[in-house]
């Protein structure tokens, strides 16, 4: 059998060839793979500790080798059972086992290989700070006897804390902005950039016990004690934030009964003109007074009951609410919220959640509608009686059902009048989640505690670079080219020149 030099040389070349490029293509396709793969997703827990209730929202996250920045997610969210963990005074360590079923909730969703390393934060809001003005001894004991429950449980506690209103305002303010991808976007291209002139929101929240307002002014803060300086992703925002102790929608409810009572001269018997004709709610002067929100008259006995029979009247309320509310004090004049509390003229767009949320979105005004509609609609439903109401809403809760009325006049008092969005009343959108996540203080607070909003530059970890695609694809067409030109010289390539002339 005869075999040219000609052909060996040039069947090697083309094989060689041809094989260098398969193997560049498997290449290209491990290395694509490889980060196709499911993540190694991380876990992290957050207990919001609120005056009413408390929660506990389980996030995740693309995890992995690199301490990348990926996108949290709300996997879950679990309601504890019973009232906030300030409710258990008389009984602090039935606050701690309040949170086990929630806990156990967390043990069977998350991976056992992945427990010991999920990072589980408390935060109480303004349920404790109440509680600590009037008994710091308690307060101490139940944050104790939270975190020995939540230590008795395979993950990574990092500690329970007392939050500052300050500190609710801004987190409230880092999670509307991570989730809606303010401070930092995923480009089609494939990269993390800084989006220019994006739309940074403002976090209105309103609690049970204290409502918070955050957002970037367009002048500088003038108020040093009233801004949060934060560096995100490496760049600065002066966030302006402010926490009305005392102003949350329950505790304004009972700074509303507390001021009837007083002004009806401690009657047995008194008028609310924000509940509803048929309605009627009876309480103890112990009941009434026990709140630091509430002065409590010295000679008044605790035993003694008052009963609150509802009226069914708008404007009374209304006009009530402008007693507890004070809009037209201003020592920073105009810069003003209410009660005479520092506020730069409010910028931008923003995201009302929590009871704001709930308010509304109750009475059919969410995520917006117009002012006047919205009053129509709160005068209407406020002169409906006890008895329509129980009709029209046979699901609704009767502990949030007979306040709808008086806690909607309240909201508009203090957006409209206290923070001053009579023009710009259609920047606000009361809403409860983005992207499934639930919006509220306790992403931003987790992302901050652990260092996942501090990176100047995150790490790309979804997909592959297109510069590294480029060059994969490069290589591949080029070798396949240099195969080509083998083939072609190896059929024309003239017989004379055949090396094999023996
Ligand atoms: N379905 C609902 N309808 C109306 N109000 C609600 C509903 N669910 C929760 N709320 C109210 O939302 C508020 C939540 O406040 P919370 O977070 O417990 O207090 P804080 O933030 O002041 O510590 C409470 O006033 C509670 O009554
Ligand atoms: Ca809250």
Not at 202 to 220: M, N, R, V
Not at 266 to 277: D, K, L, N, R
Not at 437 to 454: H, K, P
Request: hydrophobic residues 40%; proline residues 5%; negative net charge.
């Amino acid at each position: 059998m005869k075999l040219s030099a000609k052909s060996m040389i040039v069947g090697i070349a083309v094989t060689a060839t041809v094989c260098s490029s398969i193997i560049a293509l498997v290449l290209a396709l491990a290395r694509h793979y490889t980060v196709e793969l499911p993540y190694d997703t991380q876990y992290g827990m957050v207990f919001d500790a609120g005056s009413s209730h408390t929660s506990l929202f389980i996030y995740k996250w693309p995890g992995g080798k690199e301490n990348n920045t990926g996108i949290v997610s709300q996997l879950r969210v679990c309601e504890v059972d019973g009232g906030g963990i300030s409710s258990y005074k008389s009984d602090p360590p039935a606050a701690g086992n309040s949170l086990q079923q929630c806990l156990d909730v967390a043990k069977a969703v998350i991976p056992v290989s992945k427990q010991h390393s999920c990072p589980v934060y408390l935060g109480a809001t303004a349920g404790m700070r109440l509680l600590s003005l009037q008994d710091q001894s308690t307060t101490d004991r139940i944050m104790q006897e939270v975190s020995n429950t939540i230590k008795g449980y395979p993950f990574d506690f990092r500690g329970a804390q007392i939050l500052s209103g300050m500190e609710e305002g801004a987190y409230g303010w880092i999670t509307i902005n991570y989730i809606l991808e303010g401070f930092i976007k995923y480009t089609f291209e494939g990269e993390w950039i800084h989006p220019k002139g994006g739309r940074i929101l403002g976090a209105l929240d309103l609690g049970g016990a204290s409502t918070q307002i955050a957002f970037t002014p367009k002048e500088p803060v003038t108020q040093p004690n009233s801004e949060a300086a934060l560096q995100l992703y490496g760049h600065k925002y002066g966030v302006y934030a402010h926490s009305y102790l005392c102003y949350g929608k329950d505790q304004a409810m009972r700074q509303l009964q507390a001021y009837l009572v007083e002004e009806s001269g401690f009657s047995a018997i008194v008028i609310h003109p924000c509940y509803h004709t048929g309605f009627n709610l009876t309480l103890t002067m112990r009941e009434l007074y026990d709140s630091p929100c509430v002065t409590k008259p010295g000679n008044i006995d605790p035993g003694k009951s008052v009963t609150f029979f509802g009226s069914s009247d708008p404007e009374r309320c209304l006009s009530l609410i402008q007693n507890i509310v004070n809009v037209t004090e201003c020592p920073y004049s105009p810069d003003c919220g209410f009660n005479g509390v520092y506020q730069p003229p409010i910028h931008g767009q923003f995201f009302a959640f929590s009871a704001y949320y709930y308010t509304f979105d109750f009475l059919g005004l969410a995520p917006q509608a117009p002012l006047p509609k919205v009053t129509s609609t709160i005068e209407t439903f406020c002169k409906k009686s006890w008895y329509s109401l129980k009709v029209e809403y046979p699901g609704a809760k009767e502990k949030y059902l007979k306040d709808y009325c008086a806690s909607a006049q309240y909201i508009v008092t203090i957006l409209v009048q206290g923070y001053k969005f009579n023009e710009t009343w259609d920047n606000i959108f009361f809403q409860k989640q983005v992207a499934d996540t639930d919006i509220g203080w306790t992403l931003g607070y987790m992302l901050n505690l652990t260092n996942m909003v501090a990176s100047t530059r995150p790490l790309v970890v979804t997909g592959v670079q297109r510069s590294q695609w480029a060059a994969e694809v490069f290589f591949i067409v080029f070798a396949l080219f240099l195969s080509l030109v083998l083939v072609m010289a190896l059929v024309f390539w003239p017989y004379e020149h055949d090396l094999n002339t023996v």
